[in-house]
């Protein structure tokens, strides 16, 4: 519960990304050799363009599936963010579909010729966006947490090397942690990389326990700062809270801050109370939180969901 | 077996030195040096024969001998040195290889055993010896080869059919062969005295038969007595029908004297542990099972129970009180309930298992007029391996549930990898014994208690209909029922793969019978011989005025006209069946709807794994035929369909249909067989709530939040705002604290929390 919390007080003072920062999103479904598999990569990936779309502009948005999900796709894609995209903004990167890895070199199963891990981390250096999310959602994806590791980058794998080398079911767990409020642990509307990370391991766990069966994947979280960055907005959220419009509602702001870090210091003492006077302090702290919480909203209203 | 190739065995058994039991001897070829250390051994006089065999393994120029005294004295390990050494100075002696045979026996290492047994049958093909040690590991198993190896040895060899007249004395006396037993050791006295060997075992295994005959106190077991004073298996042997039959209160009690007289009588403490356990007297069964395991240190059973018992640490019990009559609600007495339910799960199922062991308390003892003295203790494992110990030792028993008199254990729904396991209709099954144990003082045989359990389950349990599995209708159409008066037979001594669920089956439909044809109060008056120690052909002639070949032949014409349709449709549905799952393989479900409903037409009841009543909902749904996918699954439901992805898929139809009374109902079943996903606890609690049903629904929202869902806020404020709903306004406040505590900005919790404290 400690970390779900911090990760909670995290995005609920973090969320603000900088005034002009931009979120790009570059999801590829690679090759499903068979029908039911290309059938279930494709689903996977317009559920994540669906999130996306609705996290940011459409046009910030490139879906690569089916036969447009070529090496050369990729490549330009990816080159394309050279340019585009600038130090301030944030990149989100998903990969769907199979992956391989021989014992040294990860490959990105596409028609046509396959992408090499290697390749891929130099286009990924190359884009100026500081905070990037990747996540490789494909077969034998561990391989590549040590080599696409670098400053500002999160990395989500869905096995935890390049020796699980089953088709994955974490693509679709992820979706559905985008999609679904259940991810959303602090409730603020939006889904942290950690939340949907957090969401989409267990299920995989829970399927592969439903089913009876050895679990053949076992997702991984590395780098960055997955607890601040944010992935995807729920639909019934609304838009992200506005920004502060007035010095009234400055200081209201503030005041919520100070609450927050009360309340996550009396948390950080409860083993040293007892439950009652725990709960007391937390009623009383919670309680105020709630009427300032109430002010900002009445301050200004969130847009009607 | 070479001495390489039983290198393994061998480590074994090495380190191992433990104080033998007395052993009886048969071999008319063992050398007689031996022999005079065993007499003495026989008539109790322990430290003259251990002297005896300790003067053998200083002096003895013969390493076959020294074997066998170091086992005499119990010292495994030097025993086995000197069989290795033995056979390889005597390569070709079928005797020493036995000999070896059986001491790996003695220390369950079986098939270590059974490689030396065929090792010496190869040097000579009519050994008997050799023979009988196969007859014992065999009858170890409780298989049928048991009965033929012994009379391979009868014909072949009589003069040395002593030990094989004993093995099929034990087999009668395990199928409740009375006379056959006695004749067996009546043949088995002879030679004894012939051939100047001990009768002790024989004298115990003919005061077992006096104990099925119901003379408790036999004269044998004085005679036993008399020969030695220190022969345990005087009582200990009769123990072993006592608890084949389920008495394990008489059982614990002979076991008692047993090693009250025989204190290194291992196998007895192993038993009286077992026991003990079966009567949940845990703190009395530990010290036995410990001592047990000093001196037999290979025995799986028995680490894999002292195990048990020290996993009871992740368990969490529950006493809930008894409760008198309530002439007001027509509630039966309850004696009170224990549940031991594993600490991981114990939040989750607690209250739907007191409440199914209430309800079954309830029925029973109203229907078949016996109130229960004790309270019911009722466990619940969620690994099979653990519930797979604590059945240990029971011959041909079920692998779902078991049931020691007051003491039922069972797989919880997690020990189970199928996921139909219909945890309910288990315990409703089991619940029944409890009562048919108790009310007969456990002498009801075992086909009654299961036709009685299976019986309740069609009848009164929680799924609906009766359920034969298509194997057993396939049995029946080979006319592989038994006559009812050897039903027993077939649980315990099956002969074919199959035949102990056909029994079951048999034995449902014989109580179904015999309710419909001679009323309910004849089970309660069948119940009543059993009571007062009568046989199967005696009850029935006694409770229903018939003879048991008049019973039979009146069955079979039950049989006839219940399942007569249906096994002659068998082939043609089968055949159906498999062009239902080509169409659905295709997905053509325009085809499937029709070879479906034809399917379903010829055998309605079939709604087990790949009933034709889910392919047909299945395609009704993929043609967007949703209210038909619908009614397909409520007829499915109807004959007790439990697949939980079915039932919930049933559920959620219902309840999007606006038809809420019928979903809450199918939501209840679903909890009977997949009571640990959270998605039905959150589903159905919310539509108790809509059904202003907030205290119930408490109780899903409980059970959610003991699940550790990941939405862990959310599963807090659902709970805090239905307290708030049943003005328990505290308990509201305590949830929404933890649920805010984990998302303090989670505005609908704020807003209650404010509402809840003002």
């Known amino acids: ?305 | 077996m070479t001495w390489r190739a039983c290198f393994g065995a061998v480590a074994a058994l090495a380190g191992a030195t433990a104080a033998q039991a007395l052993t009886i001897e048969y071999s008319l070829d063992r050398p007689e040096a031996l022999v005079a250390c065993d007499r003495q051994s026989y008539r109790g006089a322990r430290a003259e024969a251990a002297a005896c065999y300790r003067s053998l393994l200083a002096q003895s120029t013969d390493n076959r001998i020294k074997a066998d005294a170091a086992r005499a004295v119990g010292d495994v390990r030097g025993a086995n040195a000197f069989f290795q050494t033995a056979i390889n100075e005597h390569p070709d002696d079928p005797a020493l290889r036995t000999r070896w045979g059986e001491l790996f026996f003695a220390t369950h290492q079986n098939n270590e055993a059974i490689k030396l047994f065929q090792e010496a049958l190869k040097l000579d093909p009519k050994y008997a010896p050799a023979k009988i040690g196969l007859a014992k590991v065999a009858a170890g198993r409780f298989e049928d080869k048991t009965v033929e190896w012994a009379k391979q040895v009868i014909d072949e060899s009589p003069d040395q059919a002593l030990e094989a007249h004993l093995i099929l004395a034990r087999a009668a006396l395990e199928d409740g062969s009375l006379e056959a037993a006695d004749d067996a050791l009546d043949e088995a006295l002879e030679l004894a005295e012939e051939q100047e060997r001990s009768p002790l075992e024989i004298y115990a295994l003919k005061a077992s038969l006096d104990l099925l005959r119901g003379t408790t106190a036999s004269r044998w077991t004085d005679r036993a007595l008399q020969l030695n004073p220190g022969y345990g298996n005087a009582y200990a042997i009769p123990a072993h029908f006592y608890v084949i039959t389920r008495r394990y209160r008489e059982a614990i009690e002979l076991l008692q004297k047993a090693v009250q007289i025989e204190p290194d009588l291992y196998d007895a403490h192993a038993e009286l542990g077992i026991n003990l356990l079966r009567e949940n007297k845990l703190d009395e069964a530990r010290p036995h099972l410990e001592l047990a395991y000093r001196g037999d240190p290979f025995s799986a059973p028995l680490v894999n129970t002292l195990r048990l018992i020290d996993s009871f640490d992740n368990f969490v019990v529950t006493q809930h009180p008894p409760k008198p009559a309530d002439p007001g609600s027509g509630a039966a007495p309850n004696p009170g309930v224990i549940l031991r339910l594993h600490k991981d799960e114990a939040k989750v199922l607690e209250p739907y298992v007191l409440e199914l062991v209430n309800n079954t308390i309830d029925t029973y003892t109203k229907r078949y007029g016996f109130t229960l003295e004790q309270p019911v203790i009722v466990e619940l494992y969620p690994d099979h391996d653990d519930f797979a110990v604590r059945i240990a030792g029971l011959p041909g028993i079920g692998l779902l549930g078991v049931t020691f008199g007051y003491v039922v254990a069972m797989d919880s729904p997690t020990g189970r990898a199928d996921a139909s396991f219909h945890w309910g209709t288990t315990l409703w099954h089991e619940m029944a014994h409890v009562f048919t144990l108790e009310a007969t003082n456990h002498l009801v045989p075992r086909w009654f208690s299961e036709g009685v359990s299976v019986y309740e389950e069609w009848s009164t349990g929680p799924l609906p209909g009766r359920h034969i599995p298509v194997t057993v209708l396939a049995a029946i159409k080979e006319d592989k029922f038994l006559p009812v008066a050897e039903l027993d037979r077939g649980f315990i001594r099956p002969t074919y793969e199959a035949q102990v669920i056909v029994s079951y089956m048999q034995a449902g439909l014989i109580c179904e019978y015999i309710a419909g044809r001679f009323g309910q109060k004849a089970l309660e008056r069948m119940l009543g011989e059993f009571r007062n120690g009568k046989g199967t052909a005696e009850a029935i002639q006694s409770a229903l005025g018939i003879s048991p070949s008049e019973f039979d032949e009146h069955f079979a014409g039950y049989v006839e006209q219940q399942l007569g349709a249906v096994l002659e449709q068998l082939e043609p549905w089968q055949q159906k069946q498999a062009e239902l799952h080509e169409a659905v393989e295709k997905e053509d479900w325009r085809a499937a709807v029709p070879k479906a409903a034809e399917a379903i037409a010829l055998f309605p009841d079939y709604v087990d794994e790949g009933s034709p009543y889910i392919a047909k909902a299945r395609a009704h749904r993929e043609l967007g035929e949703t209210s038909l996918a619908t009614s397909t699954l409520l007829e499915y439901r109807s004959r007790g369909g439990h697949d939980p992805d079915a039932l919930m898929a049933l559920a959620r139809s219902l309840r999007d249909a606006q038809r809420a009374d019928e979903a809450l109902d199918v939501f209840e079943d679903v909890l009977m067989v997949a009571p640990l996903r959270a998605e039905v606890h959150r589903e159905y609690g919310d539509l108790l709530v809509a059904a202003n049903r907030p205290r119930d629904a408490l109780v899903e929202y409980r059970a959610l939040l003991a699940m550790d869902p990941q939405d862990l806020a959310e599963a807090h404020y659902r709970l805090a705002k239905t307290y708030v709903a049943v003005d328990d306004k505290a308990k509201g406040r305590e949830h929404l604290l933890y649920a805010l505590e984990i998302a303090p900005h989670y505005r609908e919790a704020q807003q209650l929390l404010l509402e809840v404290v003002r």
């Open chain 1, 1 to 305: 519960m400690t970390v779900r919390l911090i990760a909670a007080m995290l995005a609920a003072l973090g969320a603000a990304a900088p005034a002009h920062a931009e979120l790009y999103y570059l999801i590829v479904a690679g090759l499903g050799g068979e029908p039911t598999y290309e059938e279930q990569f494709a689903k996977d990936a317009a559920a994540l363009a669906d999130v996306a779309r609705r996290t940011t502009a459409s046009s910030r948005v490139m879906l690569l599936q089916g036969e447009g999900a070529t090496r050369e796709a990729v490549v330009t894609s990816l080159e394309s963010l050279r340019t585009r995209a600038k130090p301030a903004d944030s990149l989100v990167v998903m990969l769907v579909g199979h992956g391989s890895y021989d014992g040294e070199a990860y490959k990105l199963n596409l028609p046509g010729p396959d992408i090499d891990g290697d390749e891929l981390a130099k286009l990924l250096a190359a884009v100026p966006a500081r905070s990037q999310l990747v996540v490789n959602a494909t077969s034998a994806s561990g391989a590549i947490l040590e080599k696409w590791a670098a400053e500002g980058r999160t990395l989500i794998t869905a096995t935890r090397s390049g020796f699980e080398r089953n088709a994955t079911r974490f693509a679709q767990h992820f979706a559905a942690a985008l999609a679904e409020g259940s991810a959303d642990i602090n409730k603020n509307g939006s889904i942290t990389a950690q939340e949907a990370f957090d969401y989409a391991s267990r299920s995989v766990a829970d399927s592969f326990e439903k089913d009876g069966a050895l679990a053949t994947e076992h997702p991984q979280i590395a780098g960055g700062a997955p607890t601040r960055f944010i992935v995807a907005r729920l639909a019934s959220a609304g838009p992200a809270e506005p920004a502060v419009s007035s010095p009234a509602v400055a200081a209201l702001v503030s005041e919520r801050d100070k609450i927050d870090a009360q309340i996550e210091d009396l948390r950080a003492r409860r083993e040293s109370m007892s439950n009652d006077a725990y709960l007391a302090e937390l009623q009383r702290l919670l309680v105020q939180l709630a009427e300032v919480q109430g002010k900002i909203d009445a301050a200004q209203p969130r847009a009607p969901q």
